[in-house]
């Protein structure tokens, strides 16, 4: 799409949506962590002017009928933007007559995402290290999408100009992730973890101190170089990722091995996520009524660092008798990761001798539970005759 072409006010209305949409996920709409927090909403000043932008510029937002731009598509439209530096400069004029605000950081991470090679853009990083480095790491988590095309160029800008040494190393794990799920370049990707575990291992992650920058890149770097271990997206019929851990209790699991002979319900889930809280009655009734007939539970919570102690008084207080799997790296769990897991809940009925997925995601909760287990167990009795 050329960026001289006119466009209907309908047309260039559905346009600017579709970019504060993708702005909003930058600001920590990540569909993992669904804690019940206040949605980020543009700010008027920053839209109106972001309006103005989309409006000169179509060519950035996507086209009517899809969702976002690819990464090609989104670097052909930088090129074509000639007055980039001018709406930088309007930008970070902004920032600085609210500075500390939601106004100035919604405006200095557009020209980070829209602007990154122009002169304003050394600046806007340096206001944003400086003021808004708390809220970096869920805005990584939340670019590391296709619908963020300029995800690798932000990050990028992040690296080069940010003179926050841990908000480099977590642009840097992140540029990889993006390098690896949306541009799938797993060679640069590869080069990217490396350097995080060579430059950046120290940094801890969020507000904990014992998980760093450099176990999360490892874990990267092992699933990348493993492919035939990760098997993305996961669906029944396939078979479930091979993995080791040791539960709360100090058990080591080997899964499925460990459930030989058994049908497993392995859920992903945390103690903050409200909807999980609430499928739980489901999953206690299903251990309650299937267990003594060869179900199995096996639960992976990603709930933060240091909340051990949380997690046991909670599994106490709920009557989840069955073993818990914890590492305290959150949306970055180790397992959840190489499941591919982007939003909690989630649980499948597994197979424990053949390790294939017998039921999944809406399949494996809620009402349509009890039946998929006993379908599953209905069918390996049948298997084993």
Same mark, same amino acid.
């Given at each position: 799409?050329?960026?001289?072409?006119?466009?209907?006010?309908?047309?260039?209305?559905?346009?600017?949506?579709?970019?504060?949409?993708?702005?909003?996920?930058?600001?920590?709409?990540?569909?993992? %962590?669904?804690?019940?927090?206040?949605?980020?909403?543009?700010?008027?000043?920053?839209?109106?002017?972001?309006?103005?932008?989309?409006?000169?510029?179509?060519?950035?937002?996507?086209?009517?009928?899809?969702?976002?731009?690819?990464?090609?598509?989104?670097?052909?439209?930088?090129?074509?933007?000639?007055?980039?530096?001018?709406?930088?400069?309007?930008?970070?004029?902004? %920032?600085?007559?609210?500075?500390?605000?939601?106004?100035?950081?919604?405006?200095?991470?557009?020209?980070?995402?829209?602007?990154?090679? %122009?002169?304003?853009?050394?600046?806007?990083?340096?206001?944003?290290?400086?003021?808004?480095?708390?809220?970096?790491?869920?805005?990584?988590?939340?670019?590391?999408?296709?619908?963020?095309?300029?995800?690798?160029?932000?990050?990028?800008?992040?690296?080069?100009?940010?003179?926050?040494?841990?908000?480099?190393?977590?642009?840097?794990?992140?540029?990889?992730?993006?390098?690896?799920?949306?541009?799938?370049?797993?060679? *640069?990707?590869?080069?990217?973890?490396?350097?995080?575990? *060579?430059?950046?291992?120290?940094?801890?992650?969020?507000?904990?101190?014992?998980?760093?920058?450099?176990?999360?890149?490892?874990?990267?770097?092992?699933?990348?170089?493993?492919?035939?271990?990760?098997?993305?997206?996961? $669906?029944?019929?396939?078979?479930?990722?091979?993995?080791?851990?040791?539960?709360?209790?100090?058990? *080591?699991?080997?899964?499925?091995?460990?459930?030989?002979?058994?049908?497993?319900?392995?859920?992903?889930?945390?103690?903050?996520?409200?909807?999980?809280?609430?499928?739980?009655?489901?999953?206690?009734?299903?251990?309650?009524?299937?267990?003594?007939?060869?179900?199995?539970?096996? $639960?992976?919570?990603?709930?933060?660092?240091?909340?051990?102690?949380?997690?046991?008084?909670?599994?106490?207080?709920?009557?989840?008798?069955?073993?818990?799997?914890?590492?305290?790296?959150?949306?970055?769990?180790?397992?959840?990761?190489?499941?591919?897991?982007?939003?909690?809940?989630?649980?499948?009925?597994?197979?424990?001798?053949?390790?294939?997925?017998?039921?999944?995601?809406?399949?494996?909760?809620?009402?349509?539970?009890?039946?998929?287990?006993?379908? %599953?167990?209905?069918?390996?009795?049948?298997?084993?005759?």
């Amino acid at each position: 799409m050329n960026a001289s072409q006119p466009s209907s006010p309908a047309s260039i209305a559905a346009r600017v949506a579709t970019a504060l949409v993708v702005l909003a996920l930058a600001f920590g709409a990540f569909t993992l %962590a669904r804690r019940r927090a206040p949605r980020w909403k543009p700010d008027p000043a920053v839209d109106g002017l972001q309006n103005e932008f989309s409006a000169k510029h179509p060519a950035f937002t996507a086209p009517l009928g899809s969702k976002s731009l690819t990464v090609e598509q989104w670097e052909q439209a930088e090129q074509q933007c000639a007055d980039a530096e001018d709406y930088a400069a309007r930008f970070l004029a902004l %920032a600085k007559a609210h500075p500390k605000t939601a106004t100035a950081e919604q405006a200095l991470w557009w020209i980070i995402g829209y602007c990154p090679e %122009a002169p304003s853009a050394k600046e806007a990083v340096e206001l944003f290290s400086r003021d808004y480095s708390d809220h970096f790491p869920n805005q990584c988590r939340g670019l590391v999408q296709s619908a963020a095309p300029y995800g690798d160029h932000y990050f990028r800008a992040i690296i080069e100009k940010s003179p926050n040494r841990q908000m480099r190393g977590q642009a840097m794990l992140a540029q990889a992730r993006f390098r690896q799920v949306v541009m799938h370049d797993y060679a *640069a990707a590869e080069k990217l973890f490396e350097q995080v575990v *060579a430059q950046y291992a120290d940094i801890a992650v969020g507000g904990g101190r014992s998980i760093k920058l450099g176990d999360l890149a490892k874990d990267d770097l092992f699933n990348l170089r493993n492919p035939d271990l990760v098997q993305q997206p996961l $669906s029944a019929g396939q078979k479930a990722p091979l993995f080791e851990a040791t539960t709360t209790d100090g058990k *080591a699991v080997k899964f499925p091995e460990t459930y030989r002979g058994k049908v497993v319900l392995l859920d992903f889930w945390a103690t903050w996520c409200g909807p999980c809280v609430a499928e739980i009655p489901n999953v206690v009734d299903a251990y309650e009524k299937f267990h003594t007939k060869g179900l199995e539970v096996l $639960s992976v919570s990603l709930d933060q660092e240091n909340a051990g102690e949380i997690l046991a008084q909670f599994v106490k207080k709920h009557n989840m008798p069955w073993p818990q799997i914890y590492d305290g790296k959150y949306v970055d769990s180790t397992i959840a990761r190489r499941y591919g897991i982007n939003g909690i809940p989630h649980a499948m009925v597994v197979d424990g001798d053949t390790g294939l997925i017998m039921a999944d995601g809406d399949d494996a909760r809620g009402q349509k539970l009890a039946t998929s287990i006993e379908g %599953a167990l209905a069918a390996k009795k049948m298997n084993a005759k």
